[in-house]
């Protein structure tokens, strides 16, 4: 497994951006496919984001951040970034960065991933 720790959360009001951070070690990260889940207070975890391995050409999102929210990876930095625009308070929640080795699609994208950070929080104030 792949070791990842996650950085950039906090507190922004609705509207603004924040940029989270997932630094990986332990592995090859280009073998990996990466993603990003959210769970919020009493819901169950969610599916954000996800990226291909190797150059990340293909990404896949959830319908409710789709072009407010971007991922990207850095391979030579081991890391995977989610941009994320115009935050609403409904995208408060604790973030999750996440990794499974080999390919995903968009059949695949928000399952089978084995390797989790601890999270990092993000707050938007309405």
């Given at each position: 497994q792949v070791q990842l720790v996650e950085s950039g959360g906090g507190l922004v009001q609705a509207g603004g951006s924040l940029r989270l951070s997932c630094a990986a070690s332990?592995?090859?990260?280009?073998?990996y496919a990466m993603g990003w889940f959210r769970q919020a207070p009493g819901k169950e975890r969610?599916?954000?984001?996800?990226?291909?391995?190797?150059?990340?050409?293909n990404t896949y999102?959830?319908?409710s951040v789709k072009g407010r929210f971007t991922i990207s990876r850095d391979n030579a930095k081991n890391t995977v970034y989610l941009?994320?625009?115009s935050l609403k308070p409904e995208d408060t929640a604790a973030y999750y960065c996440a990794?499974?080795?080999?390919?995903?699609?968009a059949a695949s994208a928000a399952v089978g991933f084995d390797s989790w950070g601890q999270g990092t929080q993000v707050t938007v104030s309405s």
């Open positions: 332990g592995r090859t990260f280009s073998n969610e599916f954000v984001a996800a990226i291909n391995w190797g150059d990340g050409a999102y959830a319908d941009q994320m625009n990794a499974k080795l080999g390919a995903t699609s």
